[in-house]
Structures are given as C-alpha cells and as structure tokens.
C-alpha cells in the first residue's frame, strides 16, 4: 500500500458510516498508526504491571509500547516511578534487560547513571559548567490502584488525558474486598497478535463470535447463549443473583456501555457465571483460595474496561489481567497474567492448570481470529461491514476512536 493511494485521515474521517467497521487503511497505514499512538494510545492510561513484580526498592521491568520503552521501578521511598527508557547523553536505552533488580541506573554506552528517582548523579568528563540537575531522565506518569500500576506516555497535565480518578474508584468500588494488592502473578502468557490492534480490541469488546469461535467460553459463562436469544433475556437472571449477591455484602451492579470520562471511557459488569459455577473453571469449582476479604463464594464474576487496551476478568479466587499492546501498524501483542491471593501455596492451594484454562484456551482461539481478520482486510476485496446488534460495545469504541484522531 503506497502512501500516495491513501485519502487524507481527515477525508477517512469524514466518510465513515456509522455503524460499520473502519477503512482499510485505519487497520495497516504507518501515518495513521503514528496518529493512533500520538492522539489515543500515548494519551490513555495503560494498564502496565503489578506491584509484586517490583516488590523491592531497585526492582525494575521494562515495558515496549510502539517505538517507546518504558522503566518501571521501585524507588528507594518504595514508590513506583516510571522513565522513558532513554539516556539524557546519547539517547541509548539504559535498562537493556527485560526486568532485573539497581542500585542505580546506569548507561551501558557511556556510563551515565541515574539515582532510582531519576536524578542524574555521574556523568563523566564532561565540560565546565555542565550541571548534572539539568538532564533527569524524562518522567512518565504513573498512577497505582488496587496494586496495578498504569503509565500514561503523554503525561497526567495533558487536557486530552482523562482524569485517573475515574478508573481508581471504579476499581475500589467492584475490586477492594478482593484485596487484589495482595495478589501475585501464578501465570503470564505472550500471545503474539500479527493484526492491528484496533482489530484485537473489536474482538475483545464483542461477544457476537463467542458461541461460534469459543465453545469453551461458552460453555462455562451462561449468559453467551442467552445474549444470542437477546441481550435482555439474561436481566432477570442477573437481577436475581444480584439480590442474592447484596445479602452477602457484597457489591453488585453493571454499566451498559462506557461511563466516565470520555477522553478515557470505562465500564464494569458483575454477573453470575452459570447455575452451580463457583468460579471461571471448567467445572466451576474453586482453583484457589478466597481472594482478599471475600468469605463467601458468590458464583460471579466481574469485567471490568479500564480504556482500549486494559482489560480485567475478577472473580472469587483469582484476577486475570489482559494488557493490549499496539507495536506496529499489523503486529499487537496480548499479554494475559493471572493471579491469585500472595500467601496461596502454590503447591497446595492453587490448580494452575485449571486456574488458566479457559482464559488461555480463549485467547489462543482469539488470536488465530484476530490474525485471519487482519488477512482478510488486508485484501483488495475487503470493504467496511456493518456491525451486528451484538457488537454495539465495539460499534461504539469505533466512534470513540475516531473522535480521538479527529481531535
């Protein structure tokens, strides 16, 4: 695709029918995705990592989003900082490895070091009058809540990025008595996505392919074939088990669609998961202990969109995150942690294997469509088609998202 073929993004803009998928061009042009990193992703709080990965003072991960590297680590005041991956000399990345443990951050090309908040504290043989408190690495916003740490590329002063409070109470109000602070890692799976990242987010928003393409999915979580027979079918059910739900103290509630701020919409469902299912395991029975404060297994689960690219699945006994990372205009890569209370035995406690089946079993089959989809609209054939009843939740991050560029 030669650049000189493609319409201006503005004339893009301007056609587009509402209620139908983008343009060939959203989904492989290097301009637009350069546009998509600077008006989207750069300015949305990305859900990044958890705090018991950087769980001492010089811990660091390094996290590659686009042509941008990013180092989270753990100050020596045991705040969690981030900085651009960048030298203030040369420009050479300073952290190389992908996670590893500092007492200061030092430059493998000339030796510049920086003290874990940043500071530049040596530089060598440089000329008089150099001042060492003119070149900190570059800061990139962080926020922490419920123990997940978010970045944000532009930066919390930017008026195009929203207010991160939003997300933080959303996560208190539906996730605090799940104690997901006091959670670790068990498992954490690549799932390598050769598609642009706008097509994994239209699968992930959407459960119209769920009963044909996920039998599994379908078949642990009830609510696939009751939304096929009508989303409405299924409120009784819900209203039923959230009766049942608020007796036990615990919270209930669901949001049709996004809510929040629009410069960074978000949304959480609670639902039951099917009659006699504990929690999100092929036979419904636990796979780990209670999380957090929780006392009561409730048979639900909670979703929760934390943005386009941040995405968490609560219930009971474990949290599955799932992090969107756009790399190139056709390459995505789909990292999904799961994670259980931080004093489980693993040896004892936890069923690994069943604890990751139906996310991974899932994820896999997702990626193998997000791919054929990338190939398929990528042919001289491939035309916008108009989303389905039960895409609505995708249809309406389509119109978000070219209000975003547009901006």
């Given at each position: 695709m030669?650049?000189?073929?493609?319409p201006?993004?503005?004339?893009?803009i301007?056609?587009?029918r509402?209620?139908?998928?983008?343009?060939?061009p959203?989904?492989?042009?290097?301009?637009?995705?350069?546009?998509?990193?600077?008006r989207?992703v750069?300015?949305?709080?990305?859900?990044?990592?958890?705090?018991?990965?950087?769980?001492?003072?010089?811990?660091?991960?390094v996290?590659?989003?686009?042509?941008e590297?990013?180092i989270?680590v753990r100050?020596?005041?045991?705040?969690?900082?981030?900085?651009?991956n960048?030298?203030?000399?040369?420009g050479?990345?300073?952290?190389?490895?992908e996670?590893?443990n500092?007492?200061k951050?030092?430059?493998?090309?000339?030796a510049?070091?920086?003290?874990?908040?940043g500071?530049?504290?040596?530089?060598?043989?440089m000329?008089?009058g150099?001042?060492?408190?003119?070149?900190?690495?570059h800061?990139?916003?962080v926020?922490?809540a419920?123990?997940?740490?978010?970045?944000?590329?532009a930066?919390?002063?930017d008026?195009?990025?929203?207010?991160?409070?939003?997300i933080?109470d959303?996560?208190?109000?539906?996730?605090?008595?799940h104690?997901l602070k006091?959670t670790?890692?068990?498992?954490?799976e690549?799932?390598?996505?050769?598609?642009?990242w706008?097509?994994?987010?239209?699968?992930?928003?959407?459960?119209?392919?769920?009963?044909?393409?996920?039998?599994?999915?379908?078949m642990?979580?009830?609510?696939v074939?009751?939304h096929?027979?009508?989303?409405e079918?299924?409120?009784?059910?819900?209203?039923?088990?959230?009766?049942?739900?608020r007796?036990?103290?615990?919270?209930?509630?669901?949001?049709?669609g996004?809510i929040?701020?629009?410069?960074q919409?978000?949304s959480?469902?609670?639902?039951?998961i099917?009659?006699?299912?504990l929690?999100?395991?092929?036979s419904?029975q636990?796979?780990a202990?209670?999380?957090?404060?929780?006392?009561?297994?409730?048979?639900g689960?909670?979703?929760?969109?934390?943005?386009?690219?941040?995405?968490?699945?609560?219930?009971?006994?474990?949290?599955?995150?799932?992090?969107?990372?756009?790399?190139?205009?056709?390459?995505?890569?789909?990292?999904v942690?799961?994670?259980v209370?931080?004093?489980?035995?693993?040896?004892r406690?936890?069923?690994?294997?069943?604890?990751?089946?139906m996310?991974?079993?899932?994820?896999?089959?997702?990626?193998?469509?997000?791919?054929?989809?990338?190939k398929g609209v990528?042919?001289?054939?491939y035309?916008?088609?108009?989303?389905?009843?039960?895409?609505?939740?995708?249809?309406?991050?389509?119109?978000w998202?070219?209000?975003?560029?547009?901006?």
């Amino acid at each position: 695709m030669q650049a000189h073929d493609i319409p201006a993004v503005d004339d893009l803009i301007a056609r587009q029918r509402s209620g139908f998928t983008l343009e060939q061009p959203f989904y492989r042009d290097p301009g637009i995705f350069k546009r998509d990193m600077e008006r989207v992703v750069s300015k949305s709080w990305l859900y990044v990592a958890h705090e018991s990965e950087i769980p001492s003072r010089g811990d660091y991960l390094v996290y590659r989003i686009g042509e941008e590297s990013i180092i989270l680590v753990r100050g020596r005041d045991h705040e969690v900082r981030a900085f651009f991956n960048v030298c203030r000399h040369r420009g050479s990345h300073i952290c190389l490895e992908e996670r590893g443990n500092a007492g200061k951050l030092v430059c493998p090309y000339h030796a510049w070091t920086y003290d874990l908040d940043g500071r530049l504290i040596a530089a060598r043989s440089m000329p008089q009058g150099f001042d060492k408190a003119d070149y900190p690495l570059h800061r990139c916003s962080v926020r922490v809540a419920q123990g997940l740490i978010f970045i944000c590329l532009a930066g919390a002063d930017d008026s195009h990025v929203a207010d991160f409070s939003g997300i933080a109470d959303l996560l208190d109000a539906y996730a605090g008595l799940h104690g997901l602070k006091d959670t670790k890692i068990v498992h954490r799976e690549v799932y390598p996505t050769y598609a642009n990242w706008k097509l994994v987010v239209d699968n992930f928003r959407e459960c119209y392919h769920c009963s044909p393409a996920h039998p599994e999915y379908t078949m642990v979580n009830a609510y696939v074939k009751a939304h096929d027979r009508g989303p409405e079918t299924y409120r009784p059910v819900v209203e039923a088990w959230a009766e049942k739900t608020r007796k036990l103290g615990l919270p209930v509630g669901w949001s049709d669609g996004d809510i929040g701020d629009p410069r960074q919409p978000h949304s959480v469902w609670r639902q039951p998961i099917r009659e006699g299912y504990l929690t999100l395991s092929e036979s419904g029975q636990p796979v780990a202990p209670l999380l957090g404060a929780l006392e009561h297994w409730d048979g639900g689960e909670t979703a929760f969109t934390l943005g386009p690219l941040s995405y968490a699945y609560l219930c009971a006994d474990h949290l599955t995150m799932f992090r969107f990372t756009p790399v190139t205009p056709e390459f995505s890569e789909v990292l999904v942690t799961w994670h259980v209370r931080a004093d489980a035995d693993l040896d004892r406690d936890v069923d690994l294997k069943r604890l990751i089946w139906m996310w991974d079993v899932t994820t896999i089959e997702d990626t193998k469509i997000i791919i054929d989809n990338q190939k398929g609209v990528n042919s001289t054939r491939y035309t916008p088609g108009p989303y389905a009843v039960l895409e609505d939740y995708s249809a309406a991050f389509t119109d978000w998202y070219l209000d975003r560029i547009a901006s």
